[in-house]
């Protein structure tokens, strides 16, 4: 069965730092999205950053980027200067059954200490 | 403004009622898809539809039915709501790739309690 792997339930990061977060996917295509998405209190779904496979540039937006290696199928992402609105739960997602749909780890809830 | 909107954002009802929770995309997306999500379960996909008249299983499709018969709407009807079906839904479209879907827009989510 195809799966996504969101290792750490919880993570803490004191403002200002810098924190990863982890994932790991398992697909047998060549050509896809990876997504992180992120969940505030509000519960609305936001985008945080979308990597395309076939490009080896790793993604950036402002102060969130990834690390994607495609070979080890894994695509973490990174926060740096941590800010207290970053406080979520964030989800990584790819497309499972032959690119038909987006599945979602179970998620990591990130707090941002002052 | 670009937006998926779904209704009701909050319903409480009763075993066996049945309910229809609407979702509307203004996006032209052929791609639309309903999500459930439960605490420490993350979101797991209920249906989905690449275009019209077109939809499919997602992994937890028991207990919903949906159709597509306009490109813009996606409504998820519960024929016979049970307690286990109480959960946070989200409803989302997106352009479709070859590569999947280019990027999901989301609802702000519709909580549904069974009694």
């Known amino acids: 069965a195809q799966t996504v792997t969101q290792s750490q339930p919880e993570m803490s990061v004191q403002e200002a730092e810098t924190v990863t977060l982890s994932c790991t996917y398992d697909?047998?295509?060549?050509?896809?999205?990876l997504f992180w998405y992120k969940q505030p209190p509000s519960r609305q779904m936001i985008l945080v950053i979308r990597?395309?496979?076939?490009?080896?540039q790793n993604a950036t937006e402002n102060r969130f980027s990834v690390n994607f290696q495609k070979a080890a199928k894994s695509f973490s992402l990174k926060i740096s200067d941590s800010q207290l609105g970053d406080a979520a739960m964030y989800f990584c997602?790819?497309?499972?059954?032959?690119?038909?749909?987006?599945?979602f780890g179970k998620g990591i809830t990130l707090s941002v200490r002052p | 403004e670009a937006q998926v909107t779904q209704n009701p954002r909050y319903l409480i009802t009763v075993t066996g009622k049945k309910l229809t929770v609407t979702c509307s995309q203004n996006?032209?997306?052929?791609?639309m898809s309903w999500y459930r999500q439960d605490p420490g379960l993350g979101l797991r996909q209920i249906y989905y539809?690449?275009?019209?008249?077109?939809?499919d299983k997602g992994d937890v499709p028991e207990g919903y039915k949906v159709s597509r018969k306009e490109k813009r709407n996606f409504p998820l009807i519960l024929e016979s709501p049970s307690p286990n079906q109480t959960s946070l839904y989200f409803c989302?479209?997106?352009?479709?790739?070859?590569?999947?879907?280019?990027?999901?827009?989301f609802g702000e989510g519709s909580r549904l309690t069974v009694l």
């Open positions: 989302a479209s997106s352009l479709w790739v070859a590569g999947g879907p280019r990027e999901l827009f």
């Open positions: 697909t047998s295509e060549s050509d896809y999205y």
């Open positions: 990597q395309e496979a076939y490009k080896q």
């Open positions: 997602a790819y497309p499972t059954g032959a690119n038909s749909k987006l599945t």
């Open positions: 996006m032209n997306h052929e791609y």
């Open positions: 539809s690449m275009n019209v008249e077109v939809t």
